[in-house]
């Protein structure tokens, strides 16, 4: 089947070339009296005839049964030479009268079937060559309509996101390669509220770029006046519903913050749920309704929930639930729960929920869908303290009192509180002693605050330029017997005191962050 | 800079040499402690660290007990503990200083 295929798409596309080739030719043999183009039909037997002539074929003399043979003579050809290479018929030579008015000689037709064999795969390469110009500008024209699309796209996404205080809202966006219609929005209202929308655009490319565009446009213009989330959609879906390519919708869920008091009210239509993770886990809220553009008139319902300091609300698109696994199984909404309920809070909520979708599709993964994230996460309580204490020795003690006072509030259970001091004098310390090197007058900055569901105290000094040491685990028994330092002891005091210990320097600045897991605490 | 830490020796009931430690066990308490040492009598074979009045022990101060601890053995001596808050007995166990002391369960036992 294969090989019959094959042939026969080599006889369709043979005229076309014959029907070019000759022009050149004949003007040749011809220069005073260019000849029209012959085209030999697809079915014509002169095609398998020419295919198959060893050499140059005298048109008046041959009998065949052939519209083309009738059109070449009355065009005036006397004779053809097939050029042939390769068995492929990928061309022909037409030749009118000779000027004299004699017929070909022998040597006439040796001259031209040489000229013939000669030429065949020269034109051969040149048909080649031509085929694959086409195809790289079919391929450019592709890649240009890509990056249009791409361009309307990021175009249309935020630039910077609001962050009401107390609050951090924070958006993942990577687009497929083929570029999907996904499109997500955060503004901040003038009544100071925050207005978040996620959507996601049937089709692809460029048609669904434009959607998304008049989508995100229209949504913003209508959310100026309108802070209903379900008159909005009812109104957007009127709005663009007129005016949708055929076959096309708009999942969208829109919803209105108000970061003073933590109340969300949002509608849905057709999107992905919203998950709000807390303490307890990672639940979705429920809300149902059409998605926009397919139908006018269309009526959506108000849904709220109420957010408490520590709660993290993600929204999401397809292109993780639905992206596929090694095993061809899907990421699913059940593993996003679970995969939210398990992750860090605050900022690296998205983090943790990007690698362990990295982990489940695996290295090779070829990303199926765009893909949106955002979170919006309200601090519990937010930042408790800021301040400063001068490098002298002793001043940890300052640093120990005061973070004790600010997260009092906390209610941390007597030991938790009693290490965590320990932590910030030992963290202090060093700060004053390594860090900025007893200076007095550089100072030690200290903040303490909750994040999601962590208190989380950063301690910073000014010695980022130097590499912090690496100390030996300390070791009682090596110590008594003079091998190791007495000293030594304050990372590893840290470490154990607190939950979590993150050093980081930036070239200016050092930063010891400890992190206590506030539920733990108080399951503890 | 005052001593934060002052460090007295008297003895118990039973007559062995308790040193008090009250204050601050910081980077500053070397000389105090010390100097309560160097008044045991040469004939005590067992001397108390009595922590019950102790607001503060640091890391610096860990070294230093880790130095009287290795001055303790040199001199064949064996150090009790008592008065330990249950959060500065824990960095006792953490740091495994508990395995070359012993910890006596409260100050009032040996009072």
Not at chain 1, 7 to 15: G, H
Not at chain 1, 56 to 80: I, M, N, P, T, Y
Not at chain 1, 285 to 294: C, F, S
Not at chain 1, 467 to 477: G, H, Q, S
Request: proline share 6%; hydrophobic share 45%; glycine share 8%.
């Amino acid at each position: 089947m294969t090989t019959i295929g094959h042939a026969f798409r080599r006889v369709v596309r043979r005229p076309q070339r014959a029907a070019d080739a000759p022009r050149a030719e004949i003007a040749t043999a011809t220069p005073t009296a260019a000849m029209p183009a012959v085209e030999i039909g697809e079915h014509d037997p002169l095609l398998p005839y020419l295919q198959s002539a060893s050499g140059a074929v005298d048109v008046d003399a041959l009998q065949l049964e052939s519209s083309a043979l009738r059109e070449l003579r009355s065009a005036g050809v006397k004779l053809v030479i097939p050029l042939v290479t390769h068995g492929e018929l990928i061309g022909t030579l037409y030749l009118g009268p000779r000027l004299s008015d004699q017929d070909y000689s022998a040597d006439d037709r040796r001259l031209l079937e040489n000229l013939a064999a000669q030429a065949a795969p020269a034109l051969h390469v040149a048909q080649l060559v031509q085929e694959q110009e086409a195809e790289a500008r079919e391929r450019e024209r592709f890649e240009h309509e890509l990056q249009v699309a791409q361009l309307i796209q990021q175009h249309f996404l935020p630039l910077t996101l609001p962050q009401p205080p107390g609050w951090s809202v924070q958006a993942h966006y990577r687009p497929a390669r083929a570029v999907g219609g996904d499109f997500y929005d955060i503004v901040e209202r003038p009544d100071g509220t925050v207005a978040f929308a996620v959507g996601d655009v049937t089709d692809k490319g460029v048609p669904a770029a434009m959607v998304m565009a008049a989508t995100r446009s229209v949504l913003r213009a209508a959310g100026q006046d309108e802070a209903r989330p379900a008159e909005l959609l009812a109104r957007v879906n009127d709005l663009l519903q007129a005016d949708m390519p055929p076959r096309m919708f708009v999942t969208c869920l829109y919803g209105v913050l108000d970061p003073a008091t933590g109340h969300v009210r949002f509608a849905n239509a057709g999107h992905n749920l919203p998950i709000v993770r807390t303490a307890g886990g990672a639940d979705e809220l429920r809300a149902t309704g059409m998605p926009l553009g397919l139908l006018p008139g269309m009526r959506y319902v108000e849904t709220d929930a109420q957010l408490r300091p520590g709660d993290q609300l993600v929204l999401h698109s397809d292109g993780i639930a639905e992206a596929h696994g090694t095993g061809r199984e899907m990421f699913g909404i059940p593993r996003l729960r679970e995969v939210l309920a398990g992750a860090a809070s605050g900022d690296r909520l998205l983090g943790d929920v990007l690698d362990a979708l990295r982990a489940f599709t695996g290295p090779d993964w070829e990303q199926e869908d765009d893909i949106t994230l955002v979170s919006i996460a309200w601090h519990s309580g937010g930042l408790l303290t800021s301040f400063e204490v001068p490098s002298e020795p002793g001043r940890e003690r300052e640093a120990m009192r005061r973070v004790a006072d600010a997260v009092a509030p906390l209610g941390l259970p007597g030991g938790r509180l009693e290490k965590l001091k320990t932590a910030v004098a030992e963290a202090t310390m060093n700060a004053i002693e390594h860090g900025n090197l007893n200076r007095p007058e550089v100072p030690v900055l200290v903040t303490a605050g909750v994040e999601g569901a962590d208190l989380v105290v950063r301690i910073r000094d000014e010695g980022g330029d130097r590499p912090i040491a690496i100390t030996e685990t300390p070791d009682v028994a090596a110590k008594l017997a003079g091998e190791q330092s007495p000293r030594g002891w304050g990372l590893f005091l840290i470490q154990q005191m607190v939950d979590r210990l993150r050093v980081t320097s930036d070239g200016r600045y050092h930063t010891a962050e400890l992190v206590v897991h506030l539920e733990e605490t108080r399951h503890a | 800079m005052p001593d934060r830490l002052t460090a007295l020796l008297r003895a118990d009931t039973g007559g062995t040499p308790v040193i008090e430690l009250e204050g601050e066990i910081d980077r500053d308490a070397e000389g105090p402690l010390f100097a309560a040492w160097e008044q045991v009598p040469a004939a005590s074979a067992r001397v108390v660290l009595d922590f019950g009045r102790t607001e503060y022990i640091n890391s610096s101060g860990l070294a230093i007990l880790v130095q009287l601890l290795a001055r303790a053995r040199a001199e064949g001596r064996e150090v009790h503990v008592v008065g330990l808050t249950d959060h500065y007995r824990e960095i006792f166990e953490i740091t495994r200083l508990v395995d070359f002391v012993t910890l006596l369960p409260d100050a009032r036992a040996i009072a």
